[in-house]
């Protein structure tokens, strides 16, 4: 079981308040993960990253165990503790903008 | 009674403003989708409570939402807008190739008759079209995929499909306009294109008489008379009387003839409305008076219209989507501006009293009139 924290404006938009928790199939992985969250709630697909490229949004970040992990390869595995669930993984939207 | 709906799109959020057919007191629903950026929210004419609504921000990327309500409940639907083929590409601002890149909706145009159509004008420009009700969007690629594709510029506000004008007599044609591109119009449905640019005149270009290369700001029709095109470029106000195959300069006696906002007075196709804008860098109304200047010649000849506008300290700016027209028996006349305010004028412009006065900034409005 895989917690994820999601931006607020997120949380209002897949209709959630707190944590999300999520059942990866295989390795958990940046990837398989945003798979997951996307299959649970469709209209977070585009949000985080491209739809056709995959690619994560420039404004949107991932941080987990106190470590950036925004520009790791999506398929590494995420570190144990969030595999096992003890860590929460952070969509984070950046602090910018007016 | 009859109503009227306005549907105020915002830099934070979406506004919905309703009134009885007095227009005098108004009741403001919102903000929905608070601290998103709203570009254009718009009604199905065939089925009033269906509406759609762009959603963007740098953040989190484009979204659509869509009421079956009339705007009281909102449901995500598709956001995936794919170019049909291999891109390509057009021009960057130095002039140099520049791949395209969809990155939001501008402008959502129903279908006149059937609700679950709707098209979708996006930057970088394209023009996309959903007959699922917005679950899933097709590229109308004839456009990009025409000739001159690889030409067009954007504009300052990026290169934007911002105007859809369907012909209510003819469901084949349709009219877009982009920055800074031009117009352009299709006579089979949106396969096929030809730019309608002939007698626009631009002295920014290096060639001022282009095919394409123009800045059109806005273009309006009469539904009663669909060959005739109202169209406020950067600078000049321009008419056509042959379906944009020919344009001629009305400006006349307008202070000056830049500005964003065009539209047509719903049972007075001759009386036009715009709000002349300061410019090129300074987009505020002339002399800080805020004027609507209406034409009821169909141009050339034009008074304005202040009566309960700000005329003085007044530097907003009114964007090409934020004025509309209601269809009650006195017409109504509205517009947003950059200063988070809504006017109304509910006697076809005389008179003029603000909605709401401290919104975000105003990007777009629309109205319905509900009988």
């Known amino acids: 079981m895989i917690r994820v924290v999601l931006p607020a404006h997120l949380r209002i938009l897949a209709r959630v308040t707190g944590e999300v928790q999520l059942d990866v199939a295989g390795d958990a992985t940046q990837r398989s993960v945003l798979d997951a969250l996307e299959t649970r709630y469709p209209a977070l697909s585009g949000t985080i990253r491209d739809q056709v490229t995959g690619q994560r949004r420039p404004f949107v970040r991932f941080f987990a165990c106190e470590q950036d992990l925004s520009h790791e390869p999506p398929d590494t595995p995420l570190p144990a503790a969030i595999a096992s669930g003890v860590e929460p993984f952070l969509i984070i939207g950046a602090i910018a903008g007016g | ?371």
């Not at chain 2, 145009?109 to 004008?121: C, F, I, K, M, R």
């Not at chain 2, 006349?252 to 906002?261: E, H, K, M, S, Y």
């Open chain 2, 1 to 371: 009674m009859s109503k009227v709906r306005v549907l105020v799109g915002t830099r934070k959020g979406a506004f919905v403003l309703t009134a009885d057919g007095k227009r005098e007191q108004w009741d403001v629903s919102g903000p929905h989708f608070g601290g998103w950026e709203m570009y254009h929210i718009k009604g199905s004419p065939a089925d009033p409570n269906r509406l759609y609504a762009s959603q963007s921000t740098g953040w989190y990327g484009q979204l659509i939402q869509r009421s079956n309500d009339g705007g009281q409940t909102w449901e995500p639907v598709g956001n995936k807008f794919v170019y049909d083929g291999i891109p390509g590409t057009h021009q960057w601002y130095d002039g140099t190739p520049h791949p395209w890149e969809f990155k939001r909706v501008w402008h959502l145009e129903p279908s006149l008759t059937d609700p679950d159509t709707v098209y979708a004008g996006v930057e970088d420009a394209g023009l996309f079209r959903s007959t699922d009700a917005g679950q899933t969007w097709q590229e109308l690629a004839g456009l990009r995929g025409h000739g001159s594709g690889p030409h067009w510029q954007p504009g300052a506000g990026g290169l934007c499909l911002h105007t859809i004008i369907l012909d209510p007599a003819d469901p084949q044609r349709i009219y877009i306009a982009i920055s800074a591109a031009g117009a352009f119009r299709t006579d089979d449905g949106g396969q096929t294109w030809r730019p309608i640019n002939r007698g626009l005149y631009s002295k920014y270009i290096p060639d001022p008489t282009a095919e394409v290369g123009h800045c059109v700001h806005h273009v309006a029709m009469h539904p009663s008379r669909p060959g005739v095109l109202f169209m406020q470029k950067h600078w000049d106000v321009m008419r056509s009387v042959d379906a944009g195959d020919s344009w001629q300069r009305i400006s006349g006696n307008l202070p000056v003839d830049f500005g964003f906002a065009i539209d047509v007075h719903a049972h007075e196709p001759e009386t036009v409305y715009v709000v002349p804008i300061k410019s090129d860098s300074e987009h505020y109304p002339p002399e800080g008076k805020l004027r609507v200047y209406r034409s009821r010649t169909g141009g050339n000849e034009w008074e304005p219209l202040s009566h309960g506008l700000p005329q003085r300290d007044c530097y907003v700016n009114v964007l090409r989507d934020a004025m509309a027209v209601d269809s009650l028996d006195a017409c109504g006349v509205y517009f947003g501006t950059t200063g988070g305010q809504v006017y109304c004028s509910a006697d076809g412009g005389d008179h003029w009293a603000p909605i709401v006065r401290d919104l975000p900034a105003v990007l777009s409005v629309e109205v319905q009139t509900l009988l």
